[in-house]
C-alpha cells in the first residue's frame, strides 16, 4: 500500500511564504509525475503544479503561475511546493499526488491546511 506524507501547511500572513512536502510511503513505485492540487471551502479541486519525475520539467496550472515553484529531490523521492507572496485566496487544502509510471493509478495524500490571513 502506498501513501502519499505531506507536511508544511500551516497559518501565515498574507505576503508570507510556505513550502509544502510530500513524499510517499509504503510499497515503492516507479513515478511518472508528482504534484499539487488545492481545494478551497466550496470550490471544486483545482489544479496547481506537477513535477515531471525523470526529467525535471515542471508544468503549473493558472493558481500555480508566477508565486509557486515546484520542484523535486530524488534521492529523498520527495517534491516541493514552494509558495511564495501569498494571499488570502491562497488558502485552501492542499493535496499531493503521484501517478505511476506505466500503470494509470494516481495516489492522493490526505491533505494540508493552508490559512493566509489577511
Known amino acids: 500500500q502506498v501513501q502519499l506524507v505531506e507536511s508544511g501547511g500551516g497559518l501565515v500572513q498574507a505576503g508570507g511564504s510556505l513550502r509544502l512536502s510530500c513524499a510517499p510511503s509504503g510499497r515503492t513505485f516507479s513515478t511518472l509525475y508528482m504534484g499539487w492540487f488545492r481545494q478551497a471551502p466550496g470550490e471544486e479541486r483545482e489544479f496547481v503544479a506537477r513535477m515531471s519525475w525523470s526529467s525535471g520539467i515542471p508544468y503549473y496550472g493558472d493558481s500555480g503561475k508566477g508565486r509557486f515553484t515546484i520542484s523535486r529531490d530524488i534521492a529523498k523521492n520527495t517534491v516541493y511546493l514552494q509558495m511564495n507572496s501569498l494571499k488570502p485566496e491562497d488558502t485552501a487544502v492542499y493535496y499531493c499526488?503521484?501517478?505511476?509510471?506505466?500503470?494509470?493509478?494516481?495516489?492522493w495524500g490526505q491533505g494540508t491546511q493552508v490559512t493566509v490571513s489577511s
Open positions: 499526488y503521484a501517478d505511476v509510471r506505466g500503470g494509470g493509478s494516481r495516489y
